[in-house]
């Protein structure tokens, strides 16, 4: 990479906190005013928890295309497995040099991908298990798929091997990232089990709106920003596009967000006769999330056409996944990453600049993420669930997170809940 390409992706890294912080805010205003600190706190430790795991031994497993690797040949063909590298970044140099800007890279994305479950567990996930989560998936579910994806994995090489287009694409981490957070984010909402109150006796859902409608749309800017720096950087680091990209890059991602926003705005107007704003702030994520895997691959238009898909898909699941379903997901977590994250890896292959056979190689990084993804952050946490509860107790959902595990509540000069609101 040249000095100014260097350069760009430095900055352009720089920006992807502001991703996790976009969504730290809008679990928070999605969530009781009873929980806002606690959410807020979990969050800061979740990302801290994810770095130091990815640390210690996330990059273990995940490793950079070229260096060492597992490999086991199948049908005279070679297929890297996982990463060969040593703990604690043991030599890597930490020099601008491409491995190094990839770790940085992947430290937050690792983060971002663990953070993802607190919009599902929102309210009743306790933050001791939520860090211990975190350091699962960063240090040994979301490496060795980033690895078979981005570290010159079998994945990556479905094209060499198979003719499979280039191979799995996915340059700002729509798979690697999203829809892994999304698929914990379902796991964890399965485990956890609804709010109390959620559900009705006869099974209707009851709404539980959000307690902040300005944080949830002040983290739609914050996020964005941060989905241009992770676009930008992972399209320079694993898709080997020129730093000229970037202009078009950005220009996509907010094309992708805007349109699905509208979408989310022209639907809940519909069908309620007004514009619901916590949907379309996850309409607006749900059409960053779709643009990550062709942001580098598409014209603008099919950008738009893509954020428009995603919009749709995300408002209508949101409701699906709520009432048919029975999952209770307060931040909207798997429709607005797993299944706009889904759609965006699909349709890099169908409409993206790329191989005709694209879509295939594609659809193998789908079936993958559900086949084998899913079963095993579910598991991983099912067993963390058995050793260390993860829901708070019903006295502590009662009381509220910020009172029962900080001490101290997010508003301590305002009536946060009535006693007429609340069910014992």
């Known amino acids: 990479m040249t000095e100014v390409g260097t350069a760009l992706c430095f900055v352009m890294i720089l920006l992807v906190p502001l991703a996790a912080l976009g969504l730290a805010l809008m679990n928070t205003g999605l969530g009781r005013s009873r929980s806002a600190a606690h959410t807020m706190l979990t969050a800061l430790c979740i990302m801290a928890t994810a770095a130091l795991a990815y640390f210690v031994c996330g990059f273990c497993w995940q490793g950079v295309a070229g260096r060492a690797a597992h490999v086991f040949t199948m049908a005279g063909k070679p297929w890297s497995w996982a990463g060969a590298e040593a703990p604690f970044f043991g030599g890597l140099p930490l020099d601008g040099s491409t491995p190094s800007l ?16 607190l919009g599902s567990g929102t309210d009743r996930w306790r933050l001791g298990p939520a860090c211990v989560s975190s350091a699962l998936m960063a240090g040994l579910i979301y490496p060795l798929f980033a690895h078979w994806a981005w570290g010159g ?6 094209g060499v091997n198979y003719g499979m287009g280039r191979g799995y694409l996915d340059a700002g981490g729509a798979g690697c990232i999203q829809v892994t957070g999304g698929l914990a984010a379902l796991s964890i909402a399965w485990i956890l089990g609804p709010r109390r109150g959620k559900y009705a006796a006869s099974g209707m859902a009851a709404a539980i709106p959000g307690h902040h409608t300005v944080f949830v749309l002040l983290s739609c800017f914050l996020a964005w920003l941060g989905w241009c720096g992770l676009n930008a950087s992972g399209a320079l680091l694993f898709a080997g596009v020129a730093p000229g990209a970037a202009v078009l890059i950005a220009v996509n991602t907010m094309l992708s967000a805007g349109m699905s926003a509208l979408a989310a705005a022209a639907i809940t107007r519909a069908r309620f006769g007004r514009p619901d704003a916590s949907l379309c702030a996850n309409g607006w994520v749900g059409g960053l999330v779709a643009s990550s895997a062709g942001c580098a691959f598409m014209a603008p238009a099919v950008a738009a056409l893509t954020g428009l898909v995603a919009g749709a898909l995300v408002t209508l699941s949101v409701e699906w996944i709520d009432v048919y379903l029975g999952v209770d997901d307060p931040g909207g977590s798997i429709s607005v990453h797993a299944i706009a994250g889904v759609w965006g890896l699909l349709a890099l292959g169908l409409f993206g600049h790329v191989p005709a056979a694209q879509w295939l190689a594609q659809l193998v990084g789908v079936a993958t993420l559900f086949g084998f993804v899913l079963p095993l ?48």
Do not use: C, K
């Open 153 to 158: 994995g079998w994945l990556g090489q479905l």
């Open 377 to 424: 952050v579910y598991t991983a946490n099912w067993l963390l669930n058995r050793f260390l509860p993860q829901r708070v107790s019903p006295e502590g959902e009662w009381q509220g997170m910020d009172l029962y595990e900080l001490g101290a509540g997010a508003y301590p000069e305002f009536v946060i809940h009535r006693e007429d609101f609340i069910q014992r």
């Open 102 to 117: 990839v770790v940085l890279l992947q430290m937050f994305s690792a983060g971002l991908a663990a953070l993802i479950p």
